[in-house]
């Protein structure tokens, strides 16, 4: 059995294979074409703006340090990087939440094979968009607070030395977060208890948004694996519960 940090890639690649079946199609590709239409406006937008944002973190060096800004560069250009991210999928993620919500839904039905939930309905669908925007609502104030803490890390001069790599940390366990949260939510598990489930989790969920965070930072391939990853956050859901079928059978 794989140590438990390394169950995320499992997870993701049989989302990405789960995706692909002819009855989940629907739930990933309304979504990804408003995706694919925020993503090259926000990074036009971060390519016309990068190096003014780099150098606005870069600290006032005394002349004899200069020779730092060589090492500086590169790490709070990669702080702006992992900024731009997070911004992205924060707004792709809120725009799709309606759609990830019911695609965890079809991807439960398959992994489990029973059904337990109400049949497809524009109207359902309509009725789901007020709950789903608000737990997405729910996730930015969890997310907020603790990014204006590191964000102003990054200003105070040794310390921010350390911001990229908490921003790291902090990021690969929001993926874990923002994904696993639309299963959670279909069966009704309320947030606090959500996040103490990942706590207990905590190896599984750090594999599981690593690996997710990793994949969703290549850009153009970010598109395709954000429905992945809600598909394998649901096979983790549903796994490390360990209270149904494991096995998926290909269609």
């Not at 905590?202 to 997710?212: A, D, M, N």
Request: hydrophobic content about 55%.
């Amino acid at each position: 059995m794989p140590a438990p940090v390394l169950s995320g890639p499992q997870y993701l690649s049989e989302g990405f294979r789960l995706i692909m079946r002819p009855g989940l199609r629907l739930f990933v590709l309304l979504p990804l074409t408003i995706n694919v239409i925020l993503f090259i406006a926000l990074v036009g937008f971060a390519i016309q703006q990068f190096s003014g944002w780099v150098e606005t973190f870069i600290p006032n060096l005394p002349s004899w340090l200069s020779f730092l800004e060589y090492v500086l560069w590169p790490l709070f250009g990669a702080l702006v990087v992992l900024m731009v991210f997070f911004t992205f999928t924060m707004l792709a993620n809120m725009i799709a939440a309606p759609f990830n919500g019911f695609l965890s839904e079809k991807v439960e039905i398959v992994v489990r094979g029973e059904d337990n939930f109400p049949p497809f309905s524009w109207t359902e669908f309509m009725a789901m968009v007020p709950r789903t925007i608000g737990r997405e609502l729910r996730k930015l104030g969890y997310f907020l607070p603790r990014a204006i803490g590191l964000f102003i890390l990054s200003f105070i001069p040794v310390i921010n030395l350390v911001a990229a790599p908490l921003w790291l940390l902090f990021g690969i366990w929001m993926m874990a977060i923002q994904y696993i949260d639309y299963p959670a939510d279909n069966n009704k598990m309320s947030w606090q208890d959500m996040l103490a489930w990942l706590r207990q989790k905590r190896w599984q969920s750090l594999g599981f948004g690593g690996i997710t965070y990793v994949a969703l930072l290549v850009p153009v391939v970010n598109l395709v694996m954000m429905p992945a990853a809600v598909a394998g956050a649901t096979l983790f859901w549903v796994r490390e519960r360990g209270d149904a079928v494991v096995t998926v059978k290909q269609p």
